[in-house]
């Protein structure tokens, strides 16, 4: 299943003792409909467990059952709360969401506040390519620290700025730090110099990690996987989804405002 949520309203993806994740609400309700019996028998998998705060609008989850007809949009979306189903697909028994990706899409969503843009755009032109991002990452002793960007774009429309991310794999907050540094050059505060030596040197100490608030996992892609998405369905969850980003974004920058002006 495609799937959106609101990641504000839980304590990341992944399932954890006595919190509400987004993989706990999602196994709450196909038990509650007996779609599946328990997530380990039903071999339920995520193709990213994003961090407590990030929303999705694209990620995806597998899991084997012998009703998929109760599987439509519109009857998971009428029991899930902050979570909704956008389509659905059948797939090979040996499909796993993370494993069978081509790549994935990031979406982060900031406010213009005097940021320059061709600045902020030249600056993410240095991520794109083959780097080792062990600078922009919070790094885990099996993980390499080598990763491709396959593309970065800084958009604006009106006061809203999305930078979108494209790669085939990220690192722990990796396009969070990318983000604090295309932030820092837009605003003066580093030169593109300065970030081109932190992909190519060992440094002191790493720039922060943007908030994961305004951090949209916004596509999983696939090859010859085909999700049979519900209109009604992907245009509700448009709706309620970006109303309440619009609305955190509006919040995030008065507050933003009143912290600057301390």
């Not at 992944?14 to 196994?27: F, S, Y």
């Not at 600078?135 to 006061?159: C, H, S, T, Y």
């Amino acid at each position: 299943m495609k799937i959106a949520y609101d990641g504000r309203r839980f304590y990341g993806f992944q399932r954890q003792p006595n919190l509400r994740t987004v993989e706990a609400e999602i196994i709450r309700v196909l038990t509650k409909l007996g779609i599946i019996e328990n997530p380990k028998d039903a071999n339920f998998k995520g193709a990213s467990r994003t961090d407590r705060g990030v929303s999705a609008f694209g990620n995806v989850v597998a899991f084997n059952t012998f009703k998929p007809e109760l599987t439509s949009p519109r009857i998971l979306n009428h029991h899930l709360r902050d979570v909704w189903v956008l389509g659905r697909a059948q797939v090979p028994e040996d499909f796993h969401p993370r494993f069978w990706s081509k790549g994935k899409v990031y979406r982060y969503y900031l406010l213009n506040e005097g940021f320059d843009i061709e600045k902020m755009k030249s600056c993410a032109e240095i991520f794109v390519g083959v780097h080792d991002f062990s600078n922009f990452a919070k790094l885990e002793e099996d993980k390499n620290p080598i990763r491709k960007i396959d593309r970065i774009e800084v958009l604006q429309r009106g006061k809203v700025i999305t930078v979108e991310v494209e790669g085939e794999s990220f690192l722990w907050e990796m396009v969070r730090r990318i983000i604090t540094a295309l932030k820092l050059c837009a605003s003066g505060a580093l030169s593109i110099e300065e970030v081109k030596r932190m992909l190519e040197e060992e440094v002191d100490k790493k720039l922060p990690p943007a908030p994961p608030e305004n951090l949209v996992l916004w596509e999983v892609k696939y090859d010859e996987i085909f999700f049979e998405k519900d209109p009604y369905a992907v245009e509700k969850a448009k709706r309620e989804f970006f109303e309440r980003f619009a609305q955190h974004l509006i919040t995030a920058s008065i507050f933003e405002d009143w912290f600057t002006s301390l």
